[in-house]
């Protein structure tokens, strides 16, 4: 099992459209596919129509009051099941402290999963703490949708310190450009300064309506536009990242 967790220190810089979406195309290539939404905001599990069945769900799964397994829906498509968040996930900080103790219980949560899954995709909570550091030490790889812009790029290069600060492995963070404008100067700029970094995909999403239309459809772009050119670019995106952590 592969896991991709969706991070950036910022919201709303399409991390959780990215997360949906790769895992959308993972599953359609016949991968079975786990979403685990970790974001207070729920947006992956609302995406998806699957609230969560118990409150203080993910406390309960810490604490080793429940099952994974049990808290495991399937969607409406096929091959992709989630793991939905709820509202108690706003004090996950509190639960999972900074201890190593605290990462080692987190990492076998996720550990668990391995062989009943093909990948597994986490949509992190944004901002940084106890809780990113637990899925910094469990996942294969940190992906970061950034937006082409300074504060934006200051979100990436601060993930990239962290990395280096605490000895992690700097191949296991990547990052692609979202919410491209094509327009705009500076866009053109920072994509043409960045793409030289090796952890930088060459694709990268644009600023598209029909990709804030997943508000309406419930449903990847991918499902609901096939043909469009936001799902092609999603594709292009998932083949170069696949290629990226399948090396």
């Given at each position: 099992?592969?896991?991709?967790?969706?991070?950036?220190?910022?919201?709303?810089?399409?991390?959780?459209?990215?997360?949906?979406?790769?895992?959308?195309?993972?599953?359609?290539?016949?991968?079975?596919?786990?979403?685990w939404?970790?974001?207070?905001?729920?947006?992956?599990?609302?995406?998806?129509?699957?609230e969560?069945?118990?409150?203080?769900?993910?406390?309960?799964?810490?604490?080793?009051?429940?099952?994974?397994?049990a808290?495991?829906?399937?969607?409406?498509?096929?091959?992709?099941?989630?793991?939905?968040?709820?509202?108690?996930?706003?004090?996950?900080?509190?639960?999972?402290?900074?201890?190593?103790?605290?990462?080692?219980?987190?990492?076998?949560?996720?550990?668990?999963?391995?062989?009943?899954?093909?990948?597994?995709?986490?949509?992190?909570?944004?901002?940084i703490?106890?809780?990113?550091?637990?899925?910094?030490?469990?996942?294969?790889?940190?992906?970061?949708?950034?937006?082409?812009?300074?504060?934006?790029?200051?979100?990436?290069?601060?993930?990239?310190?962290?990395?280096?600060?605490?000895?992690?492995?700097?191949?296991?963070?990547?990052?692609?450009?979202?919410?491209?404008?094509?327009?705009?100067?500076?866009?053109?700029?920072?994509?043409?300064?960045?793409?030289?970094?090796?952890?930088?995909?060459?694709?990268?999403?644009?600023?598209?309506?029909?990709?804030?239309?997943?508000?309406?459809?419930?449903?990847?772009?991918?499902?609901?536009?096939?043909?469009?050119?936001?799902?092609?670019?999603?594709?292009?995106?998932?083949?170069?990242?696949?290629?990226?952590?399948?090396?």
């Amino acid at each position: 099992m592969t896991t991709i967790a969706l991070y950036n220190i910022k919201g709303g810089v399409g991390k959780t459209a990215g997360c949906v979406n790769l895992a959308y195309l993972a599953a359609e290539e016949g991968k079975k596919v786990l979403i685990w939404d970790l974001d207070p905001q729920g947006s992956a599990s609302f995406y998806f129509s699957v609230e969560a069945k118990l409150k203080g769900g993910i406390k309960k799964l810490l604490t080793g009051e429940s099952q994974l397994d049990a808290s495991i829906q399937a969607t409406e498509f096929e091959n992709l099941w989630m793991l939905p968040a709820d509202f108690g996930n706003r004090h996950l900080d509190v639960l999972v402290d900074s201890t190593k103790q605290s990462k080692k219980k987190f990492k076998s949560l996720v550990g668990s999963l391995q062989g009943e899954f093909d990948y597994l995709f986490i949509d992190c909570p944004p901002g940084i703490g106890p809780l990113s550091e637990a899925i910094f030490a469990a996942a294969d790889y940190v992906v970061l949708p950034t937006i082409p812009t300074t504060l934006s790029i200051r979100t990436y290069e601060m993930a990239q310190q962290f990395f280096e600060e605490n000895q992690l492995d700097p191949s296991r963070l990547i990052a692609f450009f979202s919410m491209v404008d094509i327009r705009k100067n500076l866009h053109n700029e920072v994509i043409g300064k960045y793409y030289k970094h090796k952890q930088f995909l060459r694709n990268y999403v644009p600023y598209l309506s029909t990709v804030e239309k997943m508000g309406s459809k419930l449903a990847p772009v991918a499902w609901f536009a096939p043909s469009s050119y936001a799902a092609q670019c999603f594709r292009e995106v998932w083949k170069e990242l696949k290629k990226k952590t399948s090396a």
